[in-house]
């Protein structure tokens, strides 16, 4: 498996780094695929709407019914390394072969608002958030099982098998570093996994 990641933007100008400027919650949430983090995002979107999702820009090409400026931003590889070379990304990563990044003035600006953000990155781009922004609140996702998992995302049948086995090989890599997180929940049920994201999302939002 191939992994880079961005280097961090700093911006002495921002005092971000330290987590000064920062007047909003940024809520991140990993998961190996098939865990279930997109329905628990458009949970968490969908309890609280004025959380602002941040939409990653993405070089893998659109799965069925994902759409451009909602799911991802659909950008070519030119545009996703150059991005990199004007320090666009707040972080970015390289996973199952795509570059996936997060835009820096989208964070920066809506945090510096007092807005709070939802974001779904994977380990790596977490580690590269904490560093900047260590207030922000990292939640890891857990599928019951293995098996659960590849029977999950098998059940989607948006992938190929060769694909699936790439996804289920970093998927094992990205559980064995969930200690990085202060939140882990696993999502056994459905709505008790939703209602644990809630209520941990909540009480963030109230200390605040
Ligand atoms: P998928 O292609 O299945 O939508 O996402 C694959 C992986 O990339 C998931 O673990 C997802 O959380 C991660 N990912 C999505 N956007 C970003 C991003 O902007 N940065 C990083 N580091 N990972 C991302």
């Given at each position: 498996m191939t992994k880079k990641t961005g280097l961090l933007l700093k911006n002495p100008?921002?005092?971000s780094s330290d987590g000064s400027t920062e007047k909003g919650n940024l809520f991140i949430l990993s998961a190996?695929?098939?865990?279930g983090k997109t329905t628990l995002c458009r949970a968490v979107l969908a309890r609280y709407p004025e959380i602002k999702y941040s939409v990653s820009s993405t070089t893998r090409a659109p799965r069925k019914g994902e759409e451009n400026g909602k799911?991802?931003?659909?950008?070519?590889e030119e545009k996703f390394l150059s991005g990199i070379h004007q320090g666009k990304w707040a972080e970015w990563a390289k996973v199952h072969d795509h570059y996936y990044g997060t835009d820096a003035d989208f964070i920066r600006t809506l945090l510096s608002q007092g807005k709070d953000i939802l974001l779904d990155i994977d380990v790596q781009g977490t580690l590269q958030i904490l560093k900047e922004f260590p207030r922000s609140v990292a939640i890891f996702i857990m599928p019951p099982s293995r098996e659960a998992l590849e029977t999950r995302m098998t059940a989607r049948?948006?992938?190929?098998p060769e694909v699936i086995a790439k996804r289920m090989r970093n998927a094992e890599e990205e559980m064995t570093q969930r200690?990085?997180?202060r939140h882990i929940i696993i999502n056994r049920d459905l709505d008790e996994a939703i209602a644990e994201l809630t209520h941990l999302i909540e009480s963030f939002r109230r200390q605040r």
């Open positions: 100008m921002d005092g190996p695929s098939g865990a799911d991802y931003f659909f950008v070519t049948g948006t992938d190929s200690d990085l997180y």
